[in-house]
């Protein structure tokens, strides 16, 4: 089992910048891919961006030049970096790994950016 514990979303005006973590503990040996997805209500949840255990990351073309993922093995902690925040980046962020061949989802945070 893998526990996934997110921090750092709130309100943010646009243009603003946002930093998200996301810890992992439990059986982190074998985790591969990490990552963050978003959903607002009513909609499906999205994959925003994704970083393989060697460090190459991915990007939904909606973030891309915006947002920056990465993440440190050693604290098996992933991080997304927000700038240039929209009101359309308004949702909430989770937090998944890929363990052995399970994923795993974080409870969320909540991102608001205000116009």
């Known amino acids: 089992q893998v526990q996934l514990v997110e921090s750092g979303g709130g309100l943010v005006q646009a243009g603003g910048s946002l930093r998200l973590s996301c810890a992992a503990s439990?059986?982190?040996?074998?985790?591969?891919?990490m990552g963050w997805g978003r959903q607002t209500p009513g909609t499906q949840r999205e994959l925003v961006a994704g970083?393989?255990?060697?460090?190459?990351?991915n990007y939904a073309d909606s973030v891309k030049g915006r947002f920056t993922i990465s993440r440190d093995n050693a604290k098996n902690t992933v991080y997304l970096q927000m700038n240039s925040l929209k009101p359309e980046d308004t949702a909430v962020y989770y937090c998944?790994?890929?363990?052995?061949?399970?994923?795993?989802w974080g409870q969320g945070t909540q991102v608001t950016v205000s116009s």
């Open positions: 998944f790994v890929v363990h052995v061949n399970r994923e795993y």
């Open positions: 970083i393989s255990s060697g460090g190459s990351p």
């Open positions: 439990g059986t982190t040996l074998g985790i591969r891919d």
